[in-house]
């Protein structure tokens, strides 16, 4: 069964659609390999292309303390985004680099797993809410193929938008609940037998 890291050596020599020419580095994603929650964002910029990491400049800044809120870092959930490469002067992702991309996100779904999916901005959301609108979609959820997924803004957006940080910080703090309610709901293990001693 391949690990992450395989996959990881995979996508570093992808060129299946003209970001390869232009990118400085690929940025996967990163965090646990069992974790129940993956974070999924647009494409990576500047910092990111530099560091080959996902969520490095100011809105992962943010990303980080939304984590926080809800008890978590990076190194309990899974981060990463639509499209793998940078595009170039961080223009919008084209629906054919997200086509071309597709395979790599579905095989990290595959190898984690999870059983939350959160979106962060309209690029991921329109894939697990198609055709819904941000601003009416954002902070609800819906059950996809038995996950949970859950619409957020993009975190950049509480930058540009001051008035939207309220509304991801309240957002953010509806997961632990929606992933205590899955865990709820999921059936209920066989009765063990009581050991006798
Ligand atoms: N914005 C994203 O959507 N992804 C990143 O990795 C960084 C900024």
Known sequence: MATLADLYREIALCRDCELAE????????????????????????????????????????????????????RSKVYICNIIKCRPPGNRDPLPREVDACRRWLERQIELIDPRMIVTLGRHSMSRYFPGA??????????????????????????????????????????????????????????PRQLSMF
Request: with cysteine.
């Open 22 to 73: 232009c990118r400085n580095m690929v940025v996967p994603g990163e965090g646990a390999e069992d974790a129940a929650i993956m974070f999924i964002g647009e494409a990576p910029g500047f910092h990111e292309d530099q560091q080959g990491r996902p969520f490095v400049g100011a809105a992962g800044q943010f990303l980080d303390n939304l984590l926080h809120s809800i008890g978590l870092d």
């Open 133 to 190: 609108s941000i601003s009416k979609v954002h902070g609800t959820a819906r059950n996809l193929d038995g996950r949970i997924c859950f619409a957020m803004y993009h975190p950049a957006a509480a930058l540009h938008q001051q008035s939207l940080r309220r509304t991801i910080e309240a957002d953010m703090l509806k997961i632990p609940g929606l992933l205590a309610q899955a865990a709820d709901t999921k059936p209920a293990p066989e």
